[in-house]
């Protein structure tokens, strides 16, 4: 460590006098990274520190648009995931930096509503947080997605460009290692671009030891993802022969994880990784552009398993004066799984389309799947979700089980159907020309409005088992006055 901290203190005395992507810089990260050059590094070679020379209060401008002017020292409750996964544990992170990574996610998801979807967000910050107070670590990611060039780029912000960069993967192990990649595929049965995905998402955390992630982090911040598919070359080169002996799935994987275990420091694998020739921006380009010619590639690969849906950022299309970003934060992670990667649009509101239920009818009888939201004068939003186009129904029901009714504000509160038998429990939803009724029962519905679209009421529900939906701190007696109702379609 002595000898590289020697180093970096003659061939690099000042960062600040140095361009980005200089090549002294470029050779010595490759080299390795001492801690206590890590920060100004890191600053430097992504041009944070430039971007915070030239608006240094951009965090705290971030934090008081996201929190409306107060940042909760503590954040409770699902975080925006972008996608990816949150282990604070094996970073070892300290209960403060975890809560740093909570804060910075919600502050990235609210002032990025383009990035919908970004896996290595949520343990990039983890690794960022370790070196950086939060303004820093802010403003690096930040600067990652303003760097998104042809020559040079970071994070992909979408589930297509994710997936396409996986899956070239696949496309450079068989150029680069015919035998091997054709091995895994045929006859040990693994998809290799499963495997890189899971690499990329994490920075290799599964399979090689926590300071060789670091430096892979040095490198990636350095000069863009392409190092990513240095290493993961270098990963399957160094297991070839035992890779090609191997019968099946978990013997192939348990050799390239022992390889990679076997790094026990950066030295080795990064000689490996960038002694890898030919690996052109050109090549790599061209095959990503194969890769994103092909629909299929996105859609099946980065699918939301039962129960366990990463968090996506939807595309809203509409004004909605009710579907935020707080919102979406927790609604999107009750929706059917199915569902949970849709976008979403603004079918109908009262204050664009009047209070008429033949307008009503009109805008969303083709809606699908869809979201009733109220903000009633008192503050209060709470809503229903619908799996079917609204209809006029009469006195009969329609939905399935999927339905849902929620609250928003004061509290955050789901409540889903039980799969009870009894009649009264699959009164689902129900619309006429004398107003909207979801649920029902012998005590009431969970949402009942009027045919002007403009007064309501709540009550407990046996179909929801829930009750009622405004606190009786506003409605002793569950009535309410209707500011705002939407309809948004899912979908």
Aim: with cysteine.
């Amino acid at each position: 460590m002595e000898k590289l901290v020697a180093l970096w203190e003659v061939k690099c005395p000042d960062l600040a006098s140095t361009e980005i992507g200089d090549t002294t810089v470029k050779k010595l990260v490759r080299e390795g990274v001492p801690p206590p050059f890590r920060r100004k590094v890191w600053l430097h070679v992504t041009g944070a520190d430039k971007a915070l020379e030239r608006s240094p209060d951009m965090y705290k401008r971030a934090l008081e648009s996201t929190f409306q002017g107060s940042s909760p020292d503590d954040v409770d409750g699902r975080v925006p995931l972008f996608g990816g996964s949150l282990s604070p544990e094996q970073h070892h992170l300290s209960p403060a930096a975890a809560k740093q990574v909570r804060r910075l996610l919600i502050v990235l998801a609210y002032t990025m509503p383009d990035v919908e979807f970004c896996p290595q967000i949520p343990p990039l910050l983890c690794f960022l947080v370790q070196y950086l107070d939060e303004s820093e670590s802010f403003a690096i990611v930040r600067q990652l997605f303003a760097l998104q060039t042809r020559i040079r780029r970071h994070l992909n912000p979408n589930k297509t460009k994710a997936a396409v960069f996986a899956d070239a993967f696949n496309d450079i192990l068989q150029r680069r290692a015919s035998k091997v990649q054709k091995h895994l595929t045929e006859t040990a049965n693994v998809s290799v671009t499963l495997v890189a995905r899971d690499w990329f998402d994490n920075f290799f955390l599964s399979v090689l030891p926590y300071e060789v992630c670091v430096h892979i982090i040095d490198c990636f911040l350095s000069e863009g993802s392409k190092v990513l598919y240095r290493f993961a070359l270098a990963l399957f080169f160094n297991a070839k022969k035992k890779i090609l002996s191997c019968k099946s799935e978990t013997e192939a994987m348990n050799v390239i994880i022992a390889a990679g275990r076997e790094a026990e420091s950066h030295e080795g694998i990064s000689k490996d990784a960038f002694g890898i020739r030919n690996l052109s921006k050109a090549g790599v380009a061209e095959l990503e552009a194969k890769n994103a010619a092909v629909d299929s590639a996105a859609k099946s690969f980065y699918e939301p398993s039962i129960g366990n849906a990463g968090y996506y950022r939807p595309k809203v299309l509409g004004e909605s004066r009710l579907l935020n970003s707080a919102a979406i934060e927790h609604i999107w992670t009750w929706l059917p799984p199915k569902h949970q990667y849709d976008d979403a649009s603004l079918v109908f509101s009262t204050e664009q389309h009047g209070l008429s239920m033949r307008t009503f009818f009109e805008r969303t009888e083709l809606s699908g799947p869809s979201l009733l939201m109220i903000r009633d004068t008192k503050g209060n939003v709470f809503g229903a979700y619908c799996p079917v186009s609204w209809k006029p129904s009469g006195r009969d029901a329609f939905g399935n089980g999927e339905s849902f009714v929620f609250t928003l504000t004061p509290d955050v509160q789901v409540f889903k159907w039980p799969g009870s038998t009894q009649a009264n429990s699959q009164f689902f939803v129900a619309d006429t020309v004398s107003g909207i009724c979801v649920g029902g029962g012998s005590t009431g519905s969970a949402i009942s409005v009027d045919a002007e679209l403009s007064e309501g009421s709540t009550a407990p529900c046996e179909t929801f088992a829930s009750p009622a939906l405004v606190p009786e701190s506003s409605s002793s007696d569950g009535d309410f006055v209707a500011a705002v109702i939407e309809v948004i379609c899912i979908g």
